[in-house]
């Protein structure tokens, strides 16, 4: 596996969303990375990360899967141009659809492994599907439908002050 998260690659402004962002000390901060042609994540759940006792919290999960997927896509898409993550212009991704399927318990313990596979990439938009496992077992899979940032959208956060980002 490669030591390189595609996380670290987002610029500063692009890097407080509270699943991966890695300027937001409130959130997950998930650090994604290439695995061959799938990419993986781990995360260590915290014990207050609880949904019934024992098992980890369902909407965690779908955060996972949500961050997890657009990172792939954004990779993904930079791979496809055959050039670096950190190169212009950007290639910003958002969630267009996220779609989360809970397959059994997700036991709250050791390390989540998350793993994404593109299947489809096609002009602005990249489809990843992605499975949380615990213990070698698929707890949860789902489907991320990412988007490229429109330019409108992408106008107005370069307006806004990096502070009340
Ligand atoms: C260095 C790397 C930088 C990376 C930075 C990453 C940022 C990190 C941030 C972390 C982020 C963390 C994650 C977060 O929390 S992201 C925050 C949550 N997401 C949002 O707020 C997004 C809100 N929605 C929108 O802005 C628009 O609806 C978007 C941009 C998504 C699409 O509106 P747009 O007008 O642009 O789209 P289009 O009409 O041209 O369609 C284009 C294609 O997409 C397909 N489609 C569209 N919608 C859907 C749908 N619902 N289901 C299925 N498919 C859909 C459509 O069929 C078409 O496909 P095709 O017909 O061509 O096949």
Known sequence: MQNDNFQDHYPDELSY????????EHGLQLKSSWDGDETVALFQPKPYHIA???????????????????????????????RAMDTAPPLRFVTASLQVDYLRPTPLGGPLEIRGKISELKGRKVVVNVTVSADGEVCVQGKVIAVQMPEHMAAKMDAIEPESK
């Open 17 to 24: 969303c509270y699943g991966c962002g890695r300027h937001n």
């Open 52 to 82: 019934v006792p024992g098992y980890v919290y369902g909407g965690l999960l779908a955060s996972l899967i949500d961050c997890h997927g657009t990172g792939t896509a954004s990779a993904a898409a930079y791979r496809n141009e055959g």
